[in-house]
């Protein structure tokens, strides 16, 4: 298994290869993989790799899916606040519980025929929130985003980068404001490398000049990504997107959140219920293992932040547009959704 | 004439040795010396430098003279936006264009001292900031700053840091928030150096995380500095200061500016009369000489903003706090302090 290693982008393309699922989980864990969405089709994958491994080996239906079990619990620990992760792992958990397989090689092959199609819904999800998201405007936009949403973010197109890919595709796109992304520069090091590749028209900004290009009027809206959404609504997402949130509702700029379905978590009631991860020190002390701060300076690090829903315009989801979120709007939605997948036959991953 | 590269804190201590005033008005363009007021003193003392090498050459009266308003028109093209570069350079026009000075030996002495005078003055009135400023709390509480304010930024003390140190003799600062300020990362490398060394407590975060410490309830003032103040108490100040305002009022939290009175410009009626000076892109494409996004990558890059008056909670100044500035408050106080410098007697800078 190869994932292209996200924290030496942009200066050099680095394939690593996750020969066990330990490999993945430290992928994940130290960003090489990084991103809601590609965080969990990698989880899928890895799952996948440890059952065929097992079934390599000759190993029964119990032990390949003893040995996915604890693939998944191994990976379930990487990262805590992103929720898409553990949609996938449960989902994929009710395929290496089918009591219906009957070789560990049969079980193997179900489990990574499960983790493509997870990746290929990924692509399909992700190009109906972009073309949903370009149909809010309808001339030419000058949108900022935050953090990196793009391809290098889900399996491909992106969440929020896709509605802008989408804009630019049908010629309503004038402008990408992309900010930084301190502390792990996921905007300078990612966003404009996709964004430049593409030929899409940006500028980099630091994360502190986007109020200023609000107030000069130079913001129409904001889009981001989100790793997980509260049942009333409230997101978490990258540090850095409240405050963006908060700059939007002071100068009466729509501000919206893009993401699958699956970010939503209903056993989530609120954002407090959210679980924030804090990460080391030297990720905001150090650049490219650079120190940029006198040695045993003091840090406070979380990686997301929490933006209430009453500041949210609206979600951007593969159904399309939820307009002014709150809870009884979001289970109405999960609702249809589930009627939908029970109308369409179960047992679909 | 010797200065510490800041560019190079807190990893080294050098120090830079100007033989002309060419080196002096360098080491401003390329921030080896920054912070309004230190840029000042600089200048102040780059002038000195140059009419006393033309006195060691015997130059006249008149060739001093010369070689003095030479050096200030150089030193007045380094940076456009602080204006107490240009109040001082003003001043010591005064005391280079004194008829009653007869060798040229003897004005360069008196350039010197005027020089000498401007660093001291500039001691004592940041003294006087500190404690107006620690003035305005009657607990311990948790200030935010912005950029690096403090003795590096000034001849010693600081500004917005001369409030954090007042507050600290006197028992009243629960912690200190310092964000990183981005691109020059003022905060992390100089703010953290300085309150490191003084034993005041601080964290370090980087500049998107301070709206969600803001909505926790863990920021009790935000206090800046600024590099000028329009006569309607617009403020400019280092980019990210406007978006910290704007979170201020948002949550509730008093925002106030700590800077010399020699801040507020007469002649600019608001905030769109200051000249807002852009950098170069490598400034924000480049850490430590290291690229962190890909070549090729438009920057847009202003090094500071505009706060407009009425997100701003009081000046503090060496006179007092002047809460809720605007131009009338402003006026009265100008014409206090020049009516007072009157009644001192005239001819001191």
Same mark, same amino acid.
């Given at each position: #298994? @190869?994932?292209?290693?996200?924290?030496?982008? +942009?200066?050099?393309?680095?394939?690593? *290869?996750?020969?066990?699922?330990?490999?993945?989980?430290?992928?994940?864990?130290? #960003?090489?993989?990084? !991103?809601?969405?590609?965080? &969990?089709?990698?989880?899928?994958?890895?799952?996948?790799?440890?059952?065929?491994?097992?079934?390599?080996?000759?190993?029964?239906?119990?032990?390949?899916?003893? /040995?996915?079990?604890?693939?998944?619990?191994?990976?379930?620990?990487?990262?805590?606040?992103?929720?898409?992760?553990?949609? %996938?792992?449960? &989902?994929?958990?009710?395929?290496?519980?089918?009591?219906? %397989?009957?070789?560990?090689? /049969?079980?193997?092959?179900?489990? *990574?025929?499960?983790?493509?199609?997870?990746?290929?819904?990924? =692509?399909?999800?992700?190009?109906?929130?972009?073309?949903?998201?370009?149909?809010?405007?309808? @001339?030419?936009?000058?949108?900022?985003?935050?953090?990196?949403?793009?391809?290098?973010?889900?399996?491909?197109?992106?969440?929020?980068?896709?509605?802008?890919?989408?804009?630019?595709?049908?010629?309503?796109?004038?402008? %990408?404001?992309?900010?930084?992304?301190?502390?792990?520069?996921? !905007?300078?090091?990612?966003?404009?490398?996709?964004?430049?590749?593409?030929?899409?028209?940006?500028?980099?900004? *630091?994360? =502190? $000049?986007?109020?200023?290009? #609000?107030?000069?009027?130079?913001?129409?809206?904001?889009?981001?990504?989100?790793?997980?959404?509260?049942?009333?609504?409230?997101?978490?997402?990258?540090?850095?997107?409240? !405050?963006?949130?908060?700059?939007? @509702?002071?100068?009466?700029?729509?501000?919206?959140?893009?993401?699958?379905?699956?970010?939503?978590?209903?056993?989530?009631?609120?954002?407090?219920?959210?679980?924030?991860?804090?990460?080391?020190?030297?990720? %905001?002390?150090?650049?490219?293992?650079?120190?940029?701060?006198?040695?045993?300076?003091?840090?406070?690090?979380?990686?997301?932040?929490?933006? +209430?829903?009453?500041?949210? $315009?609206?979600?951007?989801?593969?159904?399309?547009?939820?307009?002014?979120?709150?809870?009884?709007?979001?289970?109405?939605?999960?609702?249809?959704?589930?009627?939908?997948?029970?109308?369409? !036959?179960?047992?679909?991953?």
């Amino acid at each position: #298994m @190869r994932l292209l290693d996200q924290t030496r982008l +942009p200066q050099a393309q680095v394939w690593l *290869t996750c020969r066990q699922v330990e490999d993945v989980a430290e992928a994940i864990r130290q #960003m090489r993989v990084r !991103g809601a969405p590609a965080i &969990a089709v990698a989880a899928a994958f890895g799952v996948a790799l440890a059952a065929r491994q097992a079934a390599a080996k000759g190993a029964t239906v119990a032990a390949v899916r003893a /040995a996915a079990a604890a693939a998944s619990q191994e990976l379930a620990q990487t990262r805590p606040t992103a929720v898409q992760l553990f949609a %996938v792992l449960a &989902a994929l958990r009710q395929v290496w519980e089918d009591p219906g %397989v009957d070789s560990g090689q /049969a079980l193997a092959e179900h489990i *990574t025929r499960a983790a493509e199609r997870l990746a290929k819904t990924d =692509s399909q999800v992700n190009r109906k929130i972009g073309d949903w998201g370009a149909q809010l405007f309808d @001339r030419p936009v000058r949108i900022l985003t935050h953090c990196n949403t793009g391809a290098l973010a889900t399996v491909e197109y992106g969440t929020a980068l896709g509605v802008i890919r989408s804009l630019h595709r049908e010629g309503k796109l004038a402008g %990408v404001w992309v900010d930084e992304t301190r502390p792990f520069l996921q !905007g300078a090091r990612l966003t404009a490398f996709e964004l430049l590749q593409e030929n899409i028209p940006f500028h980099l900004i *630091t994360d =502190s $000049t986007a109020a200023v290009l #609000m107030r000069a009027g130079q913001v129409d809206a904001v889009v981001v990504g989100a790793d997980r959404i509260a049942v009333n609504g409230d997101t978490a997402n990258k540090i850095g997107t409240y !405050g963006l949130a908060v700059l939007c @509702r002071y100068h009466g700029i729509p501000f919206y959140v893009a993401a699958p379905m699956a970010t939503i978590d209903p056993s989530a009631a609120n954002g407090q219920a959210i679980p924030i991860e804090e990460r080391a020190a030297h990720e %905001v002390t150090e650049v490219l293992g650079q120190p940029i701060a006198p040695a045993g300076t003091p840090v406070w690090h979380p990686a997301f932040d929490v933006t +209430p829903a009453d500041l949210i $315009t609206a979600l951007i989801t593969e159904h399309g547009v939820l307009a002014r979120p709150n809870e009884r709007r979001i289970r109405d939605w999960l609702a249809l959704q589930d009627a939908a997948a029970a109308g369409a !036959g179960e047992g679909d991953v």
